[in-house]
């Protein structure tokens, strides 16, 4: 059966079945013309969308971890903020000879990323087109949260997990690569096709007031590193052979740096941390991949220092729309 046999109503009837969990901050869900949620203290609202196309090919993703997926870049951006996420709002648009199958996987995946992060779907829309369009909205709470622009001279630099994995799970992907049959390969797939948020990581750094400037890797290390001295009106010095690598990755590139500094989609936490707080941030790391990667110094560029100790203006070559 396709979406245009199925009609409106039973798409909706479908989307309607995610939010049948009640939770008493919500007054009213699915079925008027607006939510009415109790709003915690300070209210943290995120948007993401993704365009097939652009943001992911049909033919290389399955359709169960890409509604995992489109829940999940979300949350990772409200783990950058420190906060604790509360909700969520789902716009579709789909071409009307789509297989409803597909849809019936899209939302199972959904619904997985939703219960684990205890998320609630309180609405959404649905139209036709082309091609398939999905926007994600998240609003989340928090006591206290991480913005990118609160970086000094002198901070120390951090970042989470490994990076570049992403990058090359998507070339694996292209390759003819599928997940199940290498396990080395199966760990790069898996960091693109199904990203973990790094929530509880980032409300301990809110909470302890351990981090000062905060953001995820979704672009790439250069360009979010950009993101956050250019907030906070800083410069950086960022230390290459600290940058941490898989060995998943070193496997299948000899030259793992590039994708590591710019491949992206990694979905990791990058901040900044004042230098009385480093020892307490370092006993984090027994309970999460934690790593130092470079002082923020006072100027506006970011530079590169490479293990031979030569200083280079560091490339901004991330990701970028339209371009």
Known sequence: MRLKDLGERGIISGIRSLSTRRRSDVILGIGDDAAVVRAPGKLLITNDL???DVDFRRTLYPPRLLGRKSLNVNLSDVAAMGGRPLHAVLGLALPGKLEAAWLTDFLAGFREAARRAGVVLIGGDISRARRILISVTVTGGAESFVP???AKPGDWIFVSGTLGDAAQGLRLL???????RDRTAGRLLKAFLDPEPRLELGAILAR???ASAMIDVSDGLSVDLAHICEESGVGAVIETARIPISEALRRFRKQPLPLALNGGEDFELLFTVRPRNVPRLLRLAR???ITPIGRVT?????FALDPAGKLKPLPIRGYEHFR
């Open 148 to 150: 990118r622009s609160g």
């Open 50 to 52: 993704l365009v097939e």
């Open 298 to 302: 006072a100027g506006k560029t970011i």
């Open 174 to 180: 292209e390759k003819g690569f599928r997940p199940g």
């Open 287 to 289: 309970r999460f991949p």
């Open 208 to 210: 302890r007031k351990l």
